[in-house]
């Protein structure tokens, strides 16, 4: 339980507490981004504090959006240096993300054509290795769905 209240208090509370106090000071926030995960899709063995508070963030985002205020949240796939963190990742088929690329993302959505509005609340970004991912997936709920969505997208 203390772990979980690490997680979530780190992560997602301040998130939540720059919400509330934006709102309360009524400042003119131009740019709201969380930093999300994409086990808060996909799930992640033994880090259920860290998962839960990567869903408040995507959550708290797409709140943001109904109430007509600035929110994204990047659901971002490995970009830790730590190795054990990167072999987590990678076990599930998701790959180390280059600099550039984190970087580059965070350039488009800050300064890029986006919409700001609740349908574009949260950005999966991830380099997935298909096989490892597929195979993880197979015996899982969640396999027709993924499976349906990357292949709309590769066609």
């Known amino acids: 339980m203390e772990n979980l209240e690490k997680s979530l208090s780190a992560k997602a509370m301040g998130s939540i507490y720059l919400h509330l106090l934006s709102i309360k000071l009524n400042w ?3 740019h709201f981004i969380n930093g999300s ?3 808060s899709l996909l799930g992640l063995k033994d880090e259920c504090g ?20 600035y929110g994204y949240s990047i659901n971002w796939g490995s970009i830790s240096k730590n190795e054990a963190i990167s072999n987590v990742f990678k076990s599930q ?5 280059p600099n550039e690329l984190i970087f580059n993302i965070i350039n488009l ?25 597929f195979k ?20």
Do not use: H, W
């Not at 088929?93 to 993300?97: D, F, I, K, V």
């Not at 959505?109 to 991912?133: A, R």
């Not at 993880?136 to 066609?155: A, G, Q, R, V």
């Open 93 to 97: 088929g998701l790959a180390q993300l």
């Open 37 to 39: 995960s994409t086990c």
């Open 109 to 133: 959505i800050m300064f890029g054509d986006l919409e700001n509005n609740s349908n574009n609340s949260n950005f999966i970004v991830s380099i997935f290795n298909y096989d490892q991912f």
């Open 28 to 30: 003119p926030v131009r």
């Open 50 to 69: 860290y998962v839960s508070a990567s869903l408040i963030l995507d959550s708290l985002m797409k709140y943001r959006n109904q109430i007509g205020l």
């Open 136 to 155: 993880i997936l197979n015996n899982s709920n969640y396999y027709y769905l993924f499976k349906n969505l990357f292949i709309s997208y590769s066609e």
